[in-house]
């Protein structure tokens, strides 16, 4: 009975270190912005918070992410890899860092020349952490689906504000000795808002905010070749 009464208190507990950001983390502008045949590398620094749900109900906890995006043209789309490191504080238990990695693909679809852009796409991130609750060593694993729609603005000059609608799916698991449990998204349905910035013809800067399936907040910094 004590054996079993710990491992309904893991399955619970666990819950509460199922929380991250979603999204692939940052979408960025939706459109491809790269020419064909054109790179970039991109750093996003990223922070949220996201609720995610299991049997024994849902919680949320914050996520920090420090990832290289690197871009290529492929003329009206863009590929990219995310590589970096990806921290999750869970409301109980120990912090937990480890590697995340994902893929993506954005395609303009309708331009107007000059003053906007509709854009899709889509993308994935995986990644695994590692924590202790109530002295037992627990490893998250994390993968994540976005797929977004959304648009542009050119006509500002060096300032391209962007939006749009992102649907984020979550599949989780939280391993441990003798046991395990699932989990995935608590709210599918979100939106981004952000902007980037073109200091000069190879380097910007952007934010963007993600809300209503998560609550996120992220910095990029990135050069075009």
């Keep these: 009975m004590k054996k079993l009464n710990k491992v309904m208190l893991l399955a619970s507990a666990a819950t509460m270190l199922f929380c991250g950001n979603a999204i692939s983390g940052t979408i960025g502008n939706p459109t491809a912005t790269l020419g064909k045949g054109k790179a970039a590398v991109e750093l996003d620094l990223d922070f949220a918070k996201r609720k995610v749900k299991d049997r024994s109900g ?64 889509l993308q994935m991130m995986s990644f695994s952490t590692k924590h202790t609750l109530t002295g037992t060593d627990i490893t998250i694993d994390w993968l994540e689906y976005d797929i977004f729609a959304g648009g542009s603005y050119l006509a500002l000059g060096e300032l391209v504000p962007y939006g749009g609608l ?33 200091i000069n013809d190879q380097l910007k800067a952007g934010a963007e905010l993600r809300l209503v399936n998560e609550t996120s907040f992220a910095l990029t910094v990135g050069y075009m070749f």
Excluded: C
């Design 58 to 121: 849902s919680s949320d906890a914050k996520t920090d992410r420090y990832l290289l995006n690197g871009s290529y043209g492929l003329g009206m789309a863009n590929a990219y890899l995310k590589l970096g490191s990806v921290t999750l504080k869970p409301e109980q238990g120990s912090d937990g860092s480890g590697t995340g990695y994902g893929i993506g693909v954005k395609a303009t679809v309708h331009e107007i020349p000059k003053t906007a852009k509709v854009g899709v796409g």
């Design 166 to 198: 992102v649907l984020s799916k979550v599949d989780g698991k939280a391993k441990w000795t003798g046991g395990s449990s699932t989990f995935n998204e608590d709210s599918t349905v979100g939106i981004f808002l952000g902007g980037d910035f073109k």
